[in-house]
């Protein structure tokens, strides 16, 4: 039998390999030795049928013969991008990468909408040398990435089943594991080096922070490219010897209620996604969801994008019927150059809200207020996980007492070193008793060691000296207009006039006469709660609203799609809050600039 460095023990009073010592490969490998029967994976390939299984013994097998065939055509070390949809197959690519001592790059995934663009990109940031994937998608990929398709090895993964060589040569603790690229909501992607020793210690905090228990299941949606389906569903399973059942995003998205019966069907204990999965959930008809039992569901998690108090309190009150439990709820904060998770509410436990001032955060400063027209409601990410520092800068470097806000900067064993590529000096970092802080690009504040988040600095408004928010602007707007959805707003200044805003929201089969209404309610709310002076609401194919890998909202594209354009407008007004008269709506098929 296999011996490893040295056991601990770990978050369901398992003797574990010691985070510190061991590498992914390694944990894959004492998975198998302890549990070799278990099931580690079920993909429901149409969002409800299990079409596949992945136990741990088929995958250790497969990586070996993975690992055998990248080391035959490929030097020690090389970096390898993963191109899969979600299933087993990308555990196999991982671990194949693993167990051969090279560095598995993620962030592509290929339904994505400009997928081939964001590979291209990719493959030339990152340096890596080959791409695996399943033959069919590298063949369509291969055709049409012609930057690319002939500085790389294109590798079916197909290989792994008829190839019976074995190599096992895992790197070391502190080697290089996984290049993750980033959603690139605000600019290009980056890729975060992570290492074994970043990787393993995170998923032990979220065993420890969510309470894993052997044998617990977790049900995601999640691409398996982003770190959050990666990391917080996939390998948390491997980690904690429980099992995932893996949707794709499509079959999520396409029906959300596939999500939730799956929750049921399995009793999942774990699963969660960004605020904008629950709101989608919000529009699931009953008759659909008869029998639906999420009872055994006690840890929703809720990140990757600001929250907003009223969706959860909305999910609850529509899925308490069905045993979901507001105890279940757990807001938590990650990105990628944390690995993943960063800080999570603790277990029963209800979220934490505070109500503040709109005026005073604009000022770095939290004061709660009765005021309506100023409030802004936040809800709390709960305490950071272990060993995890964090200090809030404001804009003058100076450090943050409670209830001061600033850009979060972060330290810990799970922290990135930084990036590869463009960006390897981009990492801003910040020197506190001897111990270096990167710049997450996240505002936020703390209140007896509870961390709020506000929104990432980069997509910050000015109007007048008052910064604000699009999330809080697009929370504000969906109260009054409940069919404009979290998923298919944008807000953002001009690019030639930062004294105006554009409001934009997707819509099908829009009507003149509902645009109109919508129309006024937007600027009511525009133009009263946040004193903008003059603007344009702009209408939009639900497409024309740009995403990242994950399903958030990317203002910077959809601004540059919409300046560029490249997107079809169904309907665009200008509007002056000093202007009540009547308006003329013009409908057109490309973004105009204003000349005013």
């Known amino acids: 039998m296999e011996k490893f460095p040295s056991l601990v023990l770990g978050p369901n009073q398992e003797q574990i390999p010691d985070w510190r010592q061991i590498s992914l490969a390694e944990l894959c490998r004492f998975r198998t030795m302890v549990q070799p029967d278990l099931e580690i994976m079920s993909f429901l390939g149409d969002g409800v049928h299990e079409t596949e299984t992945l136990t741990i013994e088929r995958l250790d097998r497969q990586a070996s013969h993975m690992a055998a065939w990248l080391s035959k055509v490929l ?27 090279m560095v598995a790059v993620s962030g592509v995934y290929p339904a994505d909408f400009g997928s081939r663009d964001r590979l291209n990109y990719i493959v030339k940031d990152s340096e890596c040398s ?55 909501s605000t600019q290009n992607p980056k890729g975060v080096m992570l290492t074994n020793r970043n990787i393993l210690f995170n998923l032990l905090q979220q065993g420890q922070k969510f309470g894993y228990q052997k044998g617990d299941v977790g049900v995601s949606w999640l691409p398996l490219s982003h770190d959050m389906g990666l990391m917080g569903a996939a390998l ?19 029906d959300p209620s596939n999500w939730l019966r799956a929750i049921s069907k399995y009793a999942a204990t774990l699963s969660g996604g960004p605020a904008f999965a629950y709101q989608m959930c919000l529009n699931i008809n009953e008759d659909t969801i008869d029998g ?51 800080s999570a509410k603790e277990r029963n436990l209800l979220p934490l809200f505070i109500t503040v001032s709109r ?128 998923r298919n707003c944008a807000v953002f200044q001009k690019t030639e006039h930062l004294d105006s805003i554009v409001f934009v929201f997707g819509a099908v089969n829009l009507e003149e006469s509902v645009f ?44 540059q799609h919409l300046e560029d354009g490249r997107i079809d407008i169904l309907f665009r007004k200008e509007f002056s809050s000093l202007d009540n008269s009547g308006f003329h709506i013009r409908k057109m098929k490309t973004y105009e600039r204003s000349s005013q």
């Not at 709660?529 to 024309?544: L, P, Q, T």
């Open 75 to 101: 030097p020690p070390s090389s970096k390898v991008m993963l191109l899969f949809e979600n299933g087993p197959d990308y555990l196999i690519g991982l671990f194949g990468c693993a167990y051969a001592g």
């Open 130 to 184: 080959a791409i695996l994937g399943k033959k069919k998608v590298l063949a369509a990929f291969q055709s049409e990435c012609l930057e690319v398709s002939k500085e790389v090895f294109w590798i079916p993964v197909e290989i792994s089943e008829t190839y019976y060589e074995k190599v096992y040569n895992p790197s070391l603790n502190e080697d290089l594991a996984l290049i993750q690229y980033t959603s690139g």
């Open 236 to 254: 948390m399973a491997i980690g904690a010897g429980g099992k995932c059942v893996l949707l794709s995003p499509e079959t999520f998205l396409k």
């Open 292 to 342: 639906l039992d999420l009872s055994t569901w006690d840890q929703a998690f809720v990140g990757s994008e600001s929250i907003n108090q009223k969706i959860l309190e909305q999910f609850e009150a529509k899925f308490s019927k069905y045993g979901f439990k507001n105890l279940a709820f757990c807001p938590c904060y990650g990105l990628a150059e944390a690995t993943l998770l960063v």
């Open 359 to 486: 005026e005073k955060l604009s000022e770095g400063c939290i004061v709660e207020t009765k005021n309506q027209e100023d409030q802004r409601s936040i809800v709390s990410s709960g305490n950071l996980i272990d060993e995890t520092q964090a200090v809030i800068i404001d804009s003058n470097m100076r450090m943050c007492a409670d209830r001061e806000c600033g850009t979060i900067y972060l330290n810990g064993p799970s922290i990135s070193s930084g990036y590869c590529g463009k960006f390897s000096k981009n990492i801003e970092s910040f020197n506190y008793k001897g111990k270096s802080y990167i710049s997450t690009g996240d505002k936020g504040f703390f209140i007896n060691q509870n961390i709020y988040i506000i929104g990432r600095k980069d997509n910050e408004i000015n109007v007048n000296g008052i910064l604000l928010d699009p999330e809080d602007i697009v929370f504000s707007v969906n109260e009054v207009e409940d069919e404009l959805s979290q």
């Open 516 to 559: 109109t209404n919508i129309f006024r309610n937007i600027k009511n709310i525009l133009c009263r709660k946040f004193k903008f002076s003059n603007g344009e609401i702009i209408a939009v194919s639900k497409s024309g609203i740009i995403r990242t890998p994950s399903g958030k909202v990317s203002m910077k594209k959809t601004q």
